[in-house]
């Protein structure tokens, strides 16, 4: 079983809509949790941590964490061309060191 | 500021040649270093992390090898370079803004053996 697993994609919306991107883990001891963005060719870029059960908002992106189910999700609302872009998952499984996901490919339409 | 320089950005390279790629941080003192590897299509591997100078932990064997030869210096080494090896190659350190922290990392090395 991979320790943090992400659909691939491509998730399509258009523009406007609310993009929801999902990830499980499976390291029960997982205590933070963070979301990449990466656009073709660069390197990743920090958008989100979250630490807490609940939500967690910062502009138009609200990441959600339920440790009991293992899962951490990303919303991105009204959707822009621009934030399309592959988001990695990565989850902290001791000794600051990051697992990430394969990433879900997200495509926005104008 | 603290910033992060990996180069150079792309590399190709012919099977059997050596490599070094190199790392470094400013900004900050003993800072966690590490390297990771995305091959095409897949995931993000992490390769090597070190806590300070001279102290290199592997993740995964394989014909690579990593040494920190100084406090905000990374480098990652192969003798002999395998087609396997071709990936892009980044380097990331911890940073912490309120409290908050994760990983930045560097603009990372196209790395093509041929």
């Known amino acids: 079983q991979k320790e943090v697993e992400q659909n691939s994609g491509p998730l399509s919306v258009p523009e406007g809509a609310i993009a929801s991107l999902n990830c499980t883990y499976s390291d029960r001891g997982s205590q933070s949790f963070f979301w990449y963005r990466q656009y073709s060719g660069k390197s990743p870029e920090l958008i989100m941590s979250?630490?807490?059960?609940g939500d967690k908002e910062d502009g138009r992106f609200t990441a959600q964490l339920n440790k009991a189910s293992q899962y951490v999700s990303l919303l991105i609302r009204d959707s822009q061309p621009s934030d399309s872009a592959t988001y990695l998952c990565a989850v902290n499984t001791g000794f600051q060191k990051l697992v990430f996901g394969t990433g879900t490919r997200l495509l926005v339409s104008p | 500021s603290q910033t992060i320089h990996q180069w150079p950005a792309t590399l190709v390279q012919p099977v059997g040649s050596p490599l070094s790629l190199e790392c470094t941080v400013e900004?900050?003192?003993?800072?966690?270093l590490y390297w990771y590897r995305q091959a095409a299509g897949r995931g993000l591997q992490l390769l090597f992390y070190?806590?300070?100078?001279?102290?290199i932990s592997s993740e995964v064997p394989q014909n690579l090898s990593a040494s920190r030869p100084q406090d905000r210096q990374f480098i990652l080494s192969s003798k002999k370079l395998l087609l396997s090896d071709s990936g892009f190659y980044l380097c990331?350190?911890?940073?912490?803004?309120?409290?908050?922290?994760?990983?930045?990392f560097g603009s990372g090395t196209r790395l093509t053996v041929v």
């Open positions: 990331a350190w911890i940073t912490w803004a309120g409290g908050i922290y994760g990983y930045t």
């Open positions: 070190s806590v300070g100078i001279g102290q």
């Open positions: 900004g900050t003192s003993n800072p966690n």
């Open positions: 979250i630490y807490s059960n």
